[in-house]
């Protein structure tokens, strides 16, 4: 079974730019997450979706939004960026979007704002 | 203050050496608890899985997860160089949360030949 795939996997974006991510989880599972790393804060977690909805949402800016569609794929999109948005962004999928389900994470996608 | 505390090292051992990793947290809702590691370019892989309190094991690694303390450990023995990479306590909790995971900064753990 193929894994959870992420596309881009970099990015170069100036400041103000806008970016869309894209994650594509393992067949059949119906919950996506997102993640964003820093060296700094660690992993931090942004929203999750499940069944094209929002079901949770972690402390970050409007800026910062995202979508699920029918086949479970998920994008995120980061308007007017800033320097401190660069990060490596992970999504992770698991079957049911409860707690304690296994999440399964991509291999992320490097975003550098200049 | 955190939720999930982690020394995030860096640590380097010997091959062949017994590395100890620990979190502490202050959450009292969390159930759930895992270990990741993560390589170098690479997201974090699913290392171990505990539910509650206890002890795990899975080949070289154990995981206990004692409540009362809010403490979590990683225990890996005959540790190889392999084994270097980062590695990630994570917990979750009510079912309200649904799969939210809430990470520790990372341990970045190098094992010398």
């Known amino acids: 079974k193929a894994g959870v795939t992420q596309t881009p996997r970099y990015l170069i974006k100036t400041r103000g730019q806008q970016v869309t991510l894209s994650c594509s989880p393992i067949s059949g599972h119906r919950s996506v997450s997102w993640y964003q790393q820093t060296p700094g804060q660690g992993l931090q977690f942004l929203f999750e979706y499940f069944s094209e909805t929002q079901r949770n949402k972690g402390n970050f800016p409007g800026r910062f939004s995202g979508r699920q569609f029918s086949n479970s794929r998920s994008e995120m999109n980061v308007s007017t960026l800033e320097l401190g948005d660069s990060a490596l962004y992970l999504c992770?999928?698991?079957?049911?979007?409860?707690?304690?389900?296994?999440?399964?994470f991509g291999p992320g996608t490097r975003l550098t704002v200049l | 203050q955190k939720e999930v505390e982690q020394d995030p090292g860096p640590l380097s051992v010997p091959e062949g050496a017994i590395v100890s990793l620990n979190c502490t947290y202050s959450n009292s809702a969390f159930q759930y608890f895992m270990w990741y590691r993560q390589y170098s370019r690479k997201g974090p892989e699913l290392l171990m899985y505990t539910y509650s309190s206890g002890n795990k094991e899975d080949g070289r690694f154990t995981a206990q997860v004692d409540k009362s303390s809010k403490y979590i450990s990683l225990f890996i023995r005959d540790s190889q160089p392999s084994d270097s990479a980062t590695y990630l306590c994570?917990?979750?909790?009510?079912?309200?949360?649904?799969?939210?995971?809430?990470f520790g900064e990372g341990t970045q753990l190098t094992v010398n030949p």
């Open positions: 992770a999928s698991s079957l049911r979007g409860l707690a304690g389900d296994t999440q399964y």
């Open positions: 994570a917990m979750s909790g009510k079912e309200t949360s649904g799969s939210r995971l809430t």
